[in-house]
């Protein structure tokens, strides 16, 4: 049973445009939101993340969007680069009665079209 | 900066070889894990330890075992491998404490390829 699910394998978009990334999760007990970055050979870095107490975080060109009723959230790239070009991975993360959980999405492969 | 590193950025071994990977982390990290990553599937958590000589299976453990003998060192051993082993494997380290929970510091994984 997928918990995290990234539903695009992949997404093209002009620079400068807009990227919209799109997750959804299927348990409501993750209180906790982290998208990760991965180029090829490398391992995935901490990119953005957002708690379930707020619907929106920002960070430069980043932002991330927390819809917790539709159990959706999406990150936000603008304008896109050509560095952005990387797979990016949605992951959730919940803590209770001593133990916790992270679970990653499958990822989205986002390439930006200089 | 916190630095995780891989013994081994590319691997090739042969069917039914026992296979070490090791993984070693510089910022005193409670928390170390290691995943798999294949195409469409995303990162697959094998196995993670939170302390020294602790260790807890994660998602697809079978095929894989580790040792956890030093807080900043995580090895994971494929005790025969299979060619359904063919994987980048990552290792990842974090904080025990709540915050330092949520993220994940990875290493830049090995490429191992059985044959």
């Known amino acids: 049973d997928q918990q995290v699910k990234q539903n695009s394998p992949s997404l093209s978009v002009q620079k400068g445009r807009i990227s919209i990334l799109n997750c959804d999760y299927t348990n409501s007990m993750f209180d906790y939101f982290l998208w990760y970055k991965k180029y090829p050979a490398e391992g995935p870095t901490f990119l953005i993340s957002i708690s379930s107490i707020k619907d929106k975080n920002e960070d430069g060109r980043f932002t991330v969007f927390l819809n917790k009723s539709a159990k959706h959230l999406s990150l936000h790239i603008v304008p896109s680069q050509p560095g952005d070009s990387a797979v990016y991975f949605c992951?959730?993360?919940?803590?209770?009665?001593?133990?916790?959980?992270?679970?990653f999405g499958k990822g989205t492969k986002l390439s930006v079209i200089p | 900066d916190v630095k995780v590193t891989q013994s081994s950025r590319y691997l090739v071994k042969r069917t039914g070889e026992k296979v070490f990977l090791e993984c070693v982390q510089d910022m005193d990290h409670e928390n170390m894990f290691w995943y798999r990553q294949d195409p469409g599937l995303g990162l697959r958590l094998i196995y993670f330890s939170y302390d020294v000589k602790m260790k807890e299976k994660g998602d697809i453990p079978e095929g894989y075992s580790v040792s956890r003998e030093k807080k900043e060192r995580f090895s994971l051993i494929l005790e025969s491998a299979s060619t359904n082993q063919t994987s980048m494997y990552l290792c990842?380290?974090?904080?025990?404490?709540?915050?330092?929970?949520?993220?994940?510091?990875f290493g830049p994984g090995t490429r191992l390829t059985v044959t």
């Open positions: 990842a380290s974090s904080f025990h404490q709540l915050t330092g929970l949520k993220v994940q510091y």
């Open positions: 992951a959730a993360f919940y803590s209770g009665a001593g133990s916790y959980q992270l679970t």
